[in-house]
């Protein structure tokens, strides 16, 4: 054969090489609207994809798929998928504005369509974050059986590991800041959590717009390079124990029946090159649907005296102190007085079993009555099996009482039937214009957007854990919380004890707590901790014997028009101004490092403001109570030197100088 036909033979053989790995494997880019955000499908024996910052690979290939009984796995069924591409540019603007009261919201979306029209994948590409989800288009009802999310790293990076010993979880859980390598297939996290590469920045992992699906834990990968999502199975039998708790004790082998033509959850990446970042992004809310309600104008976040954290601690009074009408009065009073927009009736107000009848020591009408009088709301405590066994009955008494909310508690679970609770009683309370606050549940997954009245979820190591430790909740986790937990949504950690202590001198002591650090770094709480329903958990006594920092506690809102980072290192120190109105309020809070910040107060603009601020004390390392109020006039030239004690912090309230 001659050299020319041998020519032509080789470049005849390259060409069939090069269309039939064509055919095998199908790839796909995807920019965010700067460019910094690179994401890379492809499609070869299952997806498959990866994420870069700025050049620098942040995710690695990482393989997704779903499967459906009675189908193929979706990750080798996308055959020669249809391309849609749409960009997206516009505002989102919140109903309960927990950082500000808008936000931007750009993006560029891929849609990859299977052939059959079954089935798609949808990938969002954000300056500052990674989204993508699946899409099914089926008839009647399915059977999820299984559900593949990796997330694969380059290197050898550190994670913030929220580690769980059980699918039946609060999702309470201590942060601990181990390498990914040490993280095998049999240890699992709740979401969300964060990896720390060697390169690039920080990566949250968590999910939006979880409905009628199991919610997405973390486990190792075989490998120890990656973590792949964990899911509930479907319950088929339960137990309950101690009359709250609901075990499963019979479960599926698939996760979730469901309806074929529906979205799934989005599977989400925010990436944070400082650790500013987290306290300002607002993706899980903006990924979630829109409102369901069509009026949110009865929605007023506010603040509580709450009666539970403090075991009703109080004295000075001629009545009996308990779960009784005089002593609920009493908190009405002590709310009014002090500003305050709701009270909690917590746990022991109703019969057990019976959300309708209240115990004889209890006389709701009377009390609801007197609220109203005072310009108070009343929120009720309920179990959420007692809630979910007569919700519309219980709901509608509720209603025709005047009760302001729900406080929904001890969930501790997210399959399927656990999630359709969320949203039913979101739904049916948003209908009765009622409040509600989860606690004993599941981390923040978007629902707040869609119905605006779910006002905060609890699932954190709050200030309930010093009541019986000071290894759970303690200033080095008080320091995590605003960039990992606060980063899903509302978190009612419920601050504002007032007396405070060291570690040398601490004691857990369930009737009458302490919290661990300064009364400054509890104040600073109220700024830089997001929940639109934030408790005052401390006793109407004690606040009344602290009227400097009542004071503070009396001004300071609950929701934000504007929100300013002035310092932020993760599980370290943090320093956030917020504006609400024409006033600004400023929180600084450090683990155990004593340490000194400059605060810039060009945020403050062209106007004179007088500052109040409460400070630690000259003796707060001796005495974690010691505080110093002061005051003086400031404006956006200026800088504080602000100084923190171990475990301290710093509050500042700021209003122009003029009012």
Known sequence: MSLPHRCVRLIAILAIL???????????????????????????????????????????????????????????????????????????????????????????????????????????????????????????????????????????????????????????????????????????????????????????????????????????????RGLVGKFAPYPLATRTVRDRDVMVTKAADYLAKTSGTRAYPWRVMILAEADADFLTNELIYQLAPPCELADTSWIKPGKVSWDWWNGINVTGVDFRVGVNTATYKHFIDFAAEAGLQYIILDEGWSKRGDLTQTVPEIDLVELIGHANDKGVGVILWTLWNELDANMIEALDKFEGLGVAGIKVDFMQRDDQPLVEFYHRTAAEAGKRRMLVDFHGSCKPFGIRRTYPNVISFEAVTGLENYKWSNETATPPQELVLPFIRMTAGPMDYTPGAMDNSHREYFHDIYERPMSLGTRCHQLAMYVVYESPLQMLADSPTQYRREPECLRFLSAVPTVWDETVVLHAELGEVVAIARRSGDAWFVGAMTNWTPRRLELDLSFLGDRAYKLEAWADGVNADQNAMDFKHTTQTVTSADSLQVRLESGGGWAGWLRPAND
Not at 63 to 79: A, E, H, N, V
Not at 93 to 114: G, I
Not at 144 to 150: D, H, K
């Open 18 to 224: 090069l269309l039939v790995n064509g055919l095998s494997a199908a790839e796909w880019r995807l920019e965010s609207p700067s460019g910094d955000v690179l994401v890379e499908i492809e499609e070869s024996d299952g997806v498959r994809f990866s994420v870069q910052h700025k050049g620098e690979v942040v995710i690695d290939r990482s393989q997704i798929d779903l499967t459906i009984r009675g189908r193929k796995p979706f990750g080798t069924s996308l055959g020669a998928a249809n391309e849609t591409r749409t960009e997206i540019n516009e505002t989102t603007t919140f109903v309960v504005p927990r950082r500000f009261k808008s936000l931007p919201h750009r993006c560029n979306e891929l849609t990859l369509t299977a052939e059959s029209g079954s089935h798609a994948l949808v990938v969002r590409a954000y300056d500052r974050g990674v989204a993508y989800r699946w899409v099914t288009n089926l008839p009647g009802g399915v059977v999820v059986e299984s559900e593949l999310a990796e997330f694969r790293f380059p290197g050898t990076p550190m994670t913030w590991f929220p580690e769980e010993d059980s699918l039946m979880s609060h999702q309470e859980r201590v942060y601990k800041h181990v390498p990914l390598g040490e993280i095998g297939p049999e240890r699992f996290c709740s979401t969300g959590m964060v990896v720390e590469p060697q390169n690039g920045p920080k990566v949250y992992l968590s999910e939006s717009d979880l409905a009628s699906y199991p919610g997405m834990f973390l486990r190792g990968a075989e490998d120890h």
